[in-house]
């Protein structure tokens, strides 16, 4: 996705990363989350799984930005994404890790 022109706080945002994970064993190959992943994070396999059918595989991860649209639209619920390292999203995820830190120290 490219964007016309660069948001002036860029360089103060954290983008979120997704830790994907595919069940394979349970995936059918539909390859919706392949078409509509908007970072071609993903694609179908070309060997087959267990069902006999080319399941999706992740070959582009670092670009994920754990949208979570995968696992909203496959209809046989064999993915699913998490954010990655804990990250924060949003400026209510940074100030409940201050608090931690500071009932930490
Ligand atoms: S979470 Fe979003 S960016 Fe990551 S693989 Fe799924 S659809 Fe693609
Ligand atoms: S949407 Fe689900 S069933 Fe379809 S290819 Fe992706 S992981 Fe497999």
């Not at 394979?24 to 087959?48: I, M, N, T």
Request: charged residues 25%; negative net charge.
């Amino acid at each position: 996705m490219r964007y016309w022109r660069k948001p002036l706080d860029a360089d103060e945002i954290e983008v979120p990363r997704g830790d994907i994970h595919i069940v394979e064993s349970q995936c059918k190959g539909c390859g919706f989350c392949v078409e509509y992943c908007p970072r071609d994070v993903l694609e179908l396999a070309s060997g087959y799984n267990l069902k006999g059918y080319h399941p999706a595989v992740v070959v582009n991860e670092a670009e994920c930005v754990n949208c979570q649209l995968c696992e909203i639209i496959c209809p046989e619920f064999s993915i699913f994404v998490r954010l990655k390292n804990n990250q924060p999203v949003c400026a209510t995820d940074i100030d409940l890790r201050k608090g931690v830190d500071i009932i930490e120290s």
